[in-house]
C-alpha cells in the first residue's frame, strides 16, 4: 500500500493564498493612496478658493472704505496708502477724479462730454496674497459717482 502524502498539495495551495493576499495588499494600498492624494488635493482647492472670495469681497469693502475716507476729506482725497489686512491680504487703492477736482488733487481727468460724469472717481483696487499654495491676486475697477 502506497501512502498519499497532502505535503505538496498543502505547500501548493498556500503558496497560491500567499500570492493572492499580496495583490490584495497592493490593490488596497493602491486605493488609499489614491484617496489620500485626491484628499490633500482637495484641501489646497478648497483653502484657495476660500482666500479668492475673501479678495472679492475685501475689494469691495475696500471701495466702501475709500469712498468713506473721500467723503470725510471734502469730497476729493489725494491718495490711499496700502494697506495689510490681519498679516495676509495687501490690499492697495488707487484713485483717478473724473471732473473738475479741487487744487489738492492733481490726478483727474477734465475731458468730459457731459455735465453728468463731473464728480466721479475712478477706483483701481488690488487685494494680494501670498497665503495660499500659489499667489492670489484680485483687482478690481470701478467707476463710483462722488
Avoid: W
Wanted: neutral net charge.
Amino acid at each position: 500500500m502506497q501512502r498519499k502524502n497532502n505535503i505538496l498539495r498543502l505547500s501548493h495551495r498556500s503558496g497560491f493564498a500567499m500570492i493572492l493576499a499580496m495583490g490584495v495588499i497592493v490593490i488596497l494600498a493602491s486605493i488609499m493612496a489614491l484617496s489620500l492624494s485626491m484628499t490633500s488635493q482637495t484641501t489646497k482647492q478648497t483653502t484657495d478658493l476660500y482666500l479668492y472670495e475673501q479678495a472679492v469681497l475685501l475689494s469691495k469693502s475696500a471701495t466702501e472704505y475709500a469712498l468713506l475716507r473721500i467723503s470725510q476729506n471734502n469730497g476729493c482725497l489725494p491718495t490711499i496708502n496700502s494697506f495689510t489686512l490681519d498679516g495676509i491680504y495687501d490690499i492697495n487703492i488707487t484713485l483717478r477724479y473724473i471732473g473738475t477736482a479741487p487744487s489738492v488733487c492733481t490726478d483727474y481727468i477734465s475731458d468730459l462730454k457731459t455735465d453728468e460724469q463731473n464728480g466721479s472717481v475712478m477706483m483701481d483696487v488690488t487685494v494680494s496674497t501670498d497665503a495660499a499654495t500659489e499667489p492670489i491676486r484680485f483687482f478690481r475697477r470701478s467707476i463710483q459717482k462722488l
